[in-house]
């Protein structure tokens, strides 16, 4: 056995280094399908130390790491370049305390988020960030996404909800990062490192705020049969100044896969689109902002204006919507999901855009998203066993990224830039910005062993791009 | 048409409801790791080995990745069947093939209660202590799960049908059921006739053939749902009622094992007329009781639970009926028996054990469970750990209920 491998079996135990090619084809995707990666091998630390000791042993053989939680990325944030080490943290997945005092949930890096929530729940107290795949995706992964998710509208992204972490730099060195009394102190690292997708330093421990559950929570689902109806019923929502705490959107392609899916709820079959729509806080302010928020729907032709009657109806729209883009597997072998941001106002204009490319590549696209900030989920449908529908699908998502960049948006909500956008993000950045972001890089990681290839456009890629 | 392959997009949802995966954190043990294996399996012959079998093999078929699917993905049914076509999926071991030896017929079956209750007699329990001894994996460790076994006849002889006419139900005994779980049967009978309901016992009915069906031995689990079908037909009964999770899938399941058979168009009208006692008692208006003074847990079975949505109804009843309930965590995770995987991966099965145990809450004194496998794995798993906590089935809790209050015969007094 090699000298490299033969360590890292020291330092986890034999059981914990994978190297069984079949095994490794297992690590090769996350949730976005169109790039595979292999790596050399899979290394699973039981604990924080064995994870900074397998990093400092693969930076002596400048050996590149990538992180994996779920791999539930969208992006290819946990693709691995061929030949890098996974260092999969599955087995660190125990919320280790919990402050009520301070109000922080300390956790290991893969614990599952919505975990978290389920152990503050009973004490009238929830964890914010709630990306659609929380059932199963890892507060590490969240971490170097910076996940978003539909109650992000109020509550705020990732960024906002971790206040402390203990984070391993490319040579294996260990470093905290913020401060559990929440203002950083000088330049904001952990600012820097969420969000930077792995490709900085990997998290091993992580220090959450915890929210305290609202008094009232009220949950409406808004019948329109016209897509543009609906996106301007939002635009109004937003020009009101009522703030909910989740405003989302489904179109009728969509709507038509989650109802043949694990948690249909009932939308009838000849619906243009859904709004689904949260507004929480002191019960009298919810009721007055209900009967406004009923009001403008109204203006705007809606159908139907139904609420959920229970916390399990409640619970059930949420399932349904979340796992809108797992049930795209009932109407198409494959998706390419985007997630481009415009200005809210521009809605209308976008999905009409949306429609209009669709129609000029001759493809489906299904719309989940959330609304009320402007975050688009254009989902594209395709089969890859066809590389003509591949092309298509591509030149129609650079389209709508494009669209989106035009319009003073962005190529990028929650999902990352990854492998996927990585063309995209010369449209976004000057070459200026591009250098300042390279030179952050370098700082943090000289010799680009952290999640190789992702996040900066670099000339060669050594990640298989199909077709 | 997407193929059920193809029609995983990768999101991941699955993984985190899989038992095997959150027992090992290994991506080829979860459903979406399994559905790359079987992928490769198919189309890199030269690639197969021992290892991708056993990770394939460690399927519990729980289905409980089928259940959380957005796109429906049968990724148990998926190594089912990759177990039954191919020549290298492990094959059952001698415990194994001699329990579906003992399965297949009465006079089998009369066997196995005959080898419960020598194995309870005092020579017969420290036999089986003194071969335990230094063998943690033996599959006789499942003796000390047995429940005490005094009955010397099967189920099936000890239930009169009270035969009226269209109305009446089928009650399906099963095979595990009918020699040791034979109590629970006679329970549901009553339990239903209480209900204002007909039961007739049909000596025609077979072994359900989950067993022989998850075992690769299709052939022989087609016969006997063929056999069901046509017994169930003639009887004129207007339902098949069964008390076991497994059997109640297996049996609501023959229109995937008869596909493409003469018998599948049948096999659906006797699909639909399959449920679970269960979902039947919940739809009668029984009286309810006052307390009980016992604490429940409920432990769903996944054939319940994953596989037929069965999740209210045993709760309700037995509230209902005055037990104090008290949810454990992850009442839905599979306990680690599955039907006989528990014969097949020790460690695995031991693992999952454990941790149903520990997830009992204080409070408990007593958890529910509603199939054979889970209660002789789950109340082995108690003996060991020894606490006074018992599994008894959900039908059994009912039944000495109503009979304490005097609703069914001999009752007035606890027993």
Known sequence: MNEWLSSLVDIVGAPYVITHPAALKTYAQDGYTLASGMPRAVVMPGNAEEARAVVKHLYRHRIPVVARGAGTSLSGGAIPSDGAVVLHFSRMRTIRHIDWTNQIVQVDPGVINAEVTRALEPYGYFYAPDPSSQQACTIGGNFAENSGGPHCLKYGVTLNHIVMADVILANGEAVRLGSLAGEPEGLDWLGVLVGSEGTLGIATQLWLKMTESPTQSRTLAALFDEVADASEAVSDVIASGIVPAALEMMDRLAISAVERGSYPVGYPDDLAAVLLLELDGEAAVVDEEVKLVIDLMQRHHVRQVREAQSLEERALWWANRKTAFGAMGLISPDYYVQDGVIPRHLLPDALAFIDRTARRYGIRIANVFHAGDGNLHPLLLFDAANPADVERVQAAGLDILAYCVKHGGSITGEHGIGLEKLDAVRWQFTEAELAAQAMIKRLWDPDGLLNPGKVLPTPGRCVDFRP | ?415
Not at chain 2, 33 to 49: F, I, K
Not at chain 2, 190 to 196: E, K, N, P, S, V
Not at chain 2, 294 to 314: K, S, Y
């Open chain 2, 1 to 415: 048409m997407v193929s059920p392959l193809d029609q995983c997009v990768h999101c991941g949802l699955c993984l985190s409801s899989c038992p095997t995966y959150l027992e090992t954190g290994l991506e080829m043990e979860s459903p979406r790791g399994r559905l790359v294996l079987l992928n490769l399996w198919a189309q890199a012959p030269e690639q197969r080995d021992a290892a991708i079998s056993q990770w394939l093999d460690d399927c519990l078929d729980c289905r409980a990745c089928e259940a959380v699917c957005p796109a429906h993905v049968p990724t148990g049914h998926l190594v089912e069947a990759w177990r039954g076509e191919s020549e290298d999926a492990p094959r059952p071991g001698r415990a194994q093939r001699l329990l579906m030896r003992l399965i297949e017929n009465p006079r089998g079956l009369k066997w196995l209660q005959r080898l419960g209750r020598w194995s309870q007699t005092r020579v017969g329990r420290s036999l089986v202590r003194w071969w335990l001894t230094g063998r943690e994996d033996s599959p006789l460790r499942l003796q000390q799960g047995l429940p005490p076994l005094q009955s010397r006849r099967l189920s099936r002889e000890q239930i009169t049908s009270n035969h009226r006419g269209p109305g009446d139900l089928w009650l399906f005994v099963g095979c595990v059921m009918d020699a040791i779980y034979a109590g629970t049967n006679r329970h549901a009978a009553d339990l239903l006739r209480l209900a204002g309901l007909t039961v007739v016992v049909d000596p025609r009915q077979r072994c359900c053939g989950a067993l022989h069906w998850h075992n690769g031995q299709r052939a022989q689990a087609q016969q006997w749902a063929q056999e069901n079908i046509e017994a169930f037909e003639s009887s004129g009964c207007r339902m098949v009622v069964v008390d076991a999770a497994g059997c109640l899938t297996a049996l609501r399941e023959y229109p995937v094992l008869l596909a493409g058979t003469p018998y599948e168009a049948r096999a659906h009208a006797f699909s639909q007329a399959v449920f679970d006692a269960l979902e039947v008692l919940s739809q009668h208006p029984l009286p309810p009781l006052p307390d009980q003074g016992l604490t429940v847990t409920v432990h769903d079975a996944c054939h319940h639970v994953h596989a037929q949505g069965i999740r209210h109804q045993p709760r309700f009843l037995l509230e209902r009926a005055g037990y104090r309930l008290v949810e454990m965590a992850n009442a839905s995770q599979c306990c680690g028996s599955a039907g006989i995987y528990n014969l097949a991966h020790p460690d695995m099965s031991r693992a999952l054990l454990a941790a149903k145990v520990r997830a009992i809450p204080p409070q408990a004194e007593v958890v529910s469970a509603a199939n054979p496998g889970c209660l002789l794995h789950i109340q082995q798993g108690l003996a060991a750990s020894g606490t006074p906590v018992t599994a008894q089935h959900p039908l059994d809790l009912l039944w000495h209920a109503y009979r304490s209050q005097g609703y069914l015969p001999g009752g007035g007094a606890r027993e």
